[in-house]
């Protein structure tokens, strides 16, 4: 049956102090300030209401919800009525029935009599309505003036507004401007010639309507209605679950019919979302029904063979003994896996479990690699733990929003429409973003500032912002002293207060006009709470680790931690990369961020799994690639990762997945991975799986199962048997067995079980015996580190820089409608926002070069060309050109180069140099160094990861920095890789900076070669 959400009419109001009401001789306590229509709802007693709902603001229109209160004449709207002390509240004499029938028939003679659609709760709001005051609906008889000859607009691919249903109670418009935040809707016309439209009058598909259903949701009729409902009818039962597009975690009921899903219906005790959805979990779930699902496993020798269907049990088999066959002769390090943050936080502990066991070494990573490990690493560094600090609902509470990197209107939408609610109030925005997003100016939102740095500057930007905190007396110096390690802090400071931080200073690399930061850096220190929001416009840098620690600098020289309205937040770009993380999916940390390296905590885990883990740290994702393309590395598991898609310079990847014996990719579609794979196994879609996923704020949501697996199985237990196959048995009853486990061996999950998200629908870890209910803010009176750590961040300028071959900066990002690699989105009717991507140019780089909007241009790195679309827009600054990457025919990542983040090797996606031009003409000035390449050398690529690092530690002698990088290679380098460096040392190979061999030696000292 569906379990449809009880609606109390009215908004909830804060706790103290309460107020005692009677209604219908029924006693209510209630908060003061709340109405007295959801004071009888509390008490029990339904009053009819047709204008308010508790997720808008009171509005007072249908004249539904009267009652009487004694000693008040006349007839008040409850829902507009705040309760009094002592009110005796009557809702259903005979006078106020009269009234509503009234009422109801002037409604009914204007609206069509064949609604079938129900809103939870099996029938229009109307027709259950009338029946209930007993209104007819012929009382004015047929012949009147009507808007029934009115037509429906059909242009949105999921809903339909349909005006001969609507009854103006305007509940759509006050969704899309109090919830959403777009103001797509307005009620034009007065009187009998008031109507809902669209923007301008526009059909909604050609409005500013984003789709996020929103209005379908408080609809009370079947005015805005999902198609699907009319189409496959009204659903009869419902399941609780968890969005599995983005970090947001948006809970949703999945409304069936039978076994068919029929609509998706956000949940307003969802703990992410509070009742609301973008156009991707709201509409956007039929990929998982369509046609290209492979739902047999696939076999074949060579990627030049033919897929042949196999038996599970075959091809469990088959790949063990390949996996087998290829450690006998190359060794146990010659196989590896990556796991997927669109996985379950059981099915992601599988794998690295399967690994770290079966395998028998650490060569697992994730994607997160390739967006958010710096913000682990920096966040770990500065305060203890790589986690962001707040839960959502802490912006409510937000003076001052810094928003670096970020783009939540599109990539984050439920998020970004509560930031605006926030700014809507007067919280104050600082956007740092070469583009101008929609937030920078959108209706009733206009940041203070707008700081258009230059790719690959945030650095500089972020020490300016600090140097004038510094140097102008905003430092909250109380807080540092009582919260922060003072040692390091006296450091920082005189670091970040040399000249050379200045914004003046600076101005020359980031482009943006010293007074711009001054000013945003004095509004963001003196806020009473400011709070950094970011995204992967942060992480993908080579400097990516660094500016995370340049925010929490920030942060905590402002005292903007461990409370309401602060913090330092990860906007998390997968439902579940926070959960790949926290997994242990990093080759050198186990569950719960715990090193390898640590005694007691493997004993732990060798305790458990009943085996031996290793000590030293595995492969990471690029250094998997250069060790195929080397010839040592033979065998990979990828699990839900489009590696060839997502990953950047795709030549690379492509050389080193051809280069493997032994590709498995576990997914639910052949994707442009599965060409190089030899294994395919069948992966299940959200709809079909069970476990949680932990979005960006550490919550942790149940995803049950909606329908059967198609497959036959989950994805844990392929895993668990694959593993089995290989030697080591690994068998579990339930999911719900595999999270119990994660509790055992993870201290911060001590008190997470399947039946507490049951009871208690999510928690934010922390949950333990400390934190039975979870942690939404962290770092509150202490650092998990104890005292708050400030880091020096110099900035190093990346090595890819516009040169007068390659011109332009390209920086890359995400559209509303589809999502990453679009192999879900581009499978659902979301396409009809977005068929492809396309470059944006700036209309003085366009006459430059003869470009024409519209266009077909030539997009060239040093490393790859791809061709698409141009638009021209001044949304960019000039110099800089933007793509999305959610079409494999456009393969933009083809262009992005090798350069990663210095601490993590997280791909610098957001920086390359490349030249623009129209098809018919050579691009640049046609000389070779464009062609594409097939790998590069690893000896080179050793060379340069290693003196990035040293790059990062200039400052105090060589002595001290060389002793910084020979802890970072020890902590963070597999031993192979140590090897190899070591030895390139020893031949004298050219290029490595001084304190890169000064820290070899150190390395050979302490850990041996
Ligand atoms: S479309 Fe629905 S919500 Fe909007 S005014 Fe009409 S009946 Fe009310
Ligand atoms: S779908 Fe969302 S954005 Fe579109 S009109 Fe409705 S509330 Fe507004
Ligand atoms: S905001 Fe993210 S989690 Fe929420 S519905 Fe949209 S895609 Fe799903
Ligand atoms: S519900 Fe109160 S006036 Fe409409």
Request: proline share 5%.
């Amino acid at each position: 049956m569906i379990t449809a959400e009880r609606d109390l009419g009215t908004k909830p109001v804060g706790g103290e102090p309460t107020v005692a009401i009677e209604v219908d001789g029924r006693e209510i306590t209630v908060p003061e300030g709340t109405s007295v229509l959801r004071a009888a709802a509390l008490a029990g007693i339904d009053v009819p209401k047709l204008c308010a709902t508790d997720r808008l603001d009171a509005f007072g229109s249908c004249r539904v919800c009267l009652v009487e209160i004694e000693g008040r004449t006349g007839t008040p709207a409850s829902c507009t009525t705040p309760v009094e002390a002592g009110m005796l509240v009557s809702t259903a004499t005979d006078h106020l029935a009269r009234l509503r029938r009234g009422v109801m028939e002037l409604y009914l003679s204007d609206h069509r009599r064949d609604c079938v659609v129900g809103h939870g709760n099996g029938e229009c709001e109307i027709h259950d309505l009338a029946a209930l005051v007993g209104a007819r609906g012929d009382r004015y008889g047929d012949g009147g003036e009507t808007h029934l000859d009115l037509t429906a607009d059909e242009s949105n691919p999921y809903f339909t507004f349909d005006p001969t249903a609507c009854i103006v109670c305007s509940r759509c418009v006050r969704a899309c401007d109090e919830i959403q935040g777009t103001i797509a809707l307005t009620i034009q016309g007065r009187g009998f010639d008031s109507l809902v439209v669209a923007s301008a009058d526009d059909k909604f598909m050609d409005s500013e309507c984003v789709s996020c259903g929103a209005c379908v949701q408080v609809c009370p009729t079947d005015a805005l209605v999902e198609k699907a409902v009319l189409e496959l009818g009204e659903p009869d039962r419902s399941v609780l679950t968890t969005c599995a597009y983005c970090g947001v975690g948006c809970s949703f009921r999945a409304e069936l019919r039978g076994d068919e899903v029929v609509r998706m219906v956000p949940t307003k005790d969802g703990g992410a979302n509070a009742g609301h959805s973008c156009v991707k979990g709201r509409f956007a779930w039929g990929y998982a029904n369509h046609a290209d699902r492979v739902l047999t496993p696939l076999l074949r020798e060579r990627t030049t063979d033919p897929w042949q269907e196999a038996s599970w049990e075959e091809a469990i088999r088959r790949t063990a003994e390949r996996f087998l066959s290829i450690q006998e002769r190359f060794g146990v390090d010659a196989i590896g896996g990556i796991t997927s943050s669109r996985c379950t936080n059981e099915e992601i502990f599988a794998v690295q479990k399967m690994i770290r066991t079966a395998f028998r070494n650490n060569n697992v990573d994730t994607c997160a690699r390739v967006c958010h490990s710096p913000t682990g690493f920096g966040l770990k560094q500065t305060f203890g733990a790589s986690v962001g600090t707040q839960d959502f609902r802490s912006v409510e509470h937000a003076d001052v929003i810094l928003l670096i990197g970020a783009n939540p209107t599109d990539a984050h939408p439920v998020f970004a429409s509560r930031m605006k609610r926030r700014l809507r109030q007067g919280a104050q925005l600082i956007v740092v973003d070469p583009r101008r997003i929609d937030l920078v100016r959108s209706p009733h939102v206009e940041a203070a500032f707008h700081l258009p740095l230059l790719p690959g500057t945030n650095v500089a930007l972020v020490n300016s912002l600090a140097y004038v905190v510094v140097t102008e007396g905003l430092v909250d110096e109380r807080f540092v002293a009582d919260r922060c390690d003072p040692g390091e802090y006296a450091r920082w400071r005189d670091f970040i207060s040399s000249s050379e931080h200045s914004p003046e200073a600076n101005e020359q690399y980031t482009g943006v006009p010293a007074a711009d930061v001054r000013a945003a850096a004095r509004l963001y220190a003196g806020a009473a709470n400011a709070a950094i929001y970011y995204g992967l416009g942060v992480t993908e840098h080579s400097q990516g680790s660094t500016m995370v620690m340049g925010m929490a600098n920030l942060a905590m020289a402002t005292g903007n931690i461990g409370r309401d309205g602060v913090g330092v937040n990860p906007l998390r770009g997968q439902n579940n990369v926070q959960g790949s993380c926290d997994m242990g999916s990093f080759p050198h940390e186990l569950s719960g961020y715990r090193h390898v390296s640590d005694d007691a905590t493997r004993a732990l885990f060798d305790a458990r799994w009943g085996t031996t883990v290793d000590p030293e740290p595995g492969l990471r994702i690029p250094n998997m690639f250069s060790a195929a393309i080397g010839g040592e590395f033979k065998g990979l598991f990828v699990q839900g990762e489009d590696l060839a898609q997502s990953d950047p310079n795709i030549d690379h990847v492509v050389a080193a997945l051809s280069a493997m014996e032994c590709v498995v990719v576990q997914d639910l579609f052949l994707n442009e991975t599965a060409k190089y794979a030899h294994v395919f196994l069948p992966g299940t879609s959200f709809l079909e799986k069970d476990g949680t996923f932990t979005n960006a704020e550490r919550r942790i949501n149940r995803v049950r199962p909606v329908t059967a697996a198609r497959t036959g199985k989950q994805e844990w237990e392929v895993v668990c048997e694959l593993a089995t196959a290989m030697g080591h048995p690994m068998r579990y009853a339930n999911a719900a067995e595999i999270m119990d486990e994660v509790a055992v061996l993870t201290p911060t999950f001590a008190g997470v079980s399947f039946a507490k998200l049951d009871e208690v629908g999510s928690v934010q870890w922390p949950c333990n015996d400390a934190a039975p209910l979870g942690t939404p803010i962290m770092h509150i009176g202490e650092f998990v580190r104890g005292k708050g750590l400030f880091v020096e961040t110099p900035f190093v300028p990346t090595d890819e820089r516009a040169t007068r071959r390659y011109p332009l900066l390209l920086t890359t990002g995400r559209t509303l409608s589809q999502y990453n690699v679009g192999s879900q989105t581009r499978r659902t009717r979301n396409v009809e926002w977005y068929r492809e991507d396309v470059l944006d140019v700036h209309p003085a780089d366009a006459e430059e070069r003869g470009i024409r909007d519209g266009d077909r241009v030539s997009l060239r790195s040093r490393v790859g060309e791809t061709t698409l679309h141009a638009r021209l827009s001044d949304r960019i600054p000039q110099g800089v050109v933007y793509t999305t990457f959610h079409y494999p025919v456009t393969g933009a990542n083809v262009v992005t180069t090798e350069h990663s983040d210095w601490a993590t090797n997280c791909p610098e996606y957001k920086v390359t140099a490349v030249e623009v031009a129209p098809v018919h003409a050579p691009a640049g000035n046609g000389h070779d160094e464009t062609s594409r390449h097939a790998g590069r050398d690893p000896n080179a690529d050793l060379v340069r990861m290693a003196n990035q690092i040293a790059d990062q530690f200039p400052l105090h002698g060589p002595d001290a920095a060389a002793e910084a990088v020979a802890h970072h290679l020890r902590m963070f380098w597999e031993p192979h890789m140590r090897a190899h460096l070591l030895a390139l040392v020893d031949t004298g190979s050219e290029g490595l900076d001084p304190v890169v061999v000064d820290a070899a030696s150190r390395l050979r000292a302490t850990v041996g070669s």
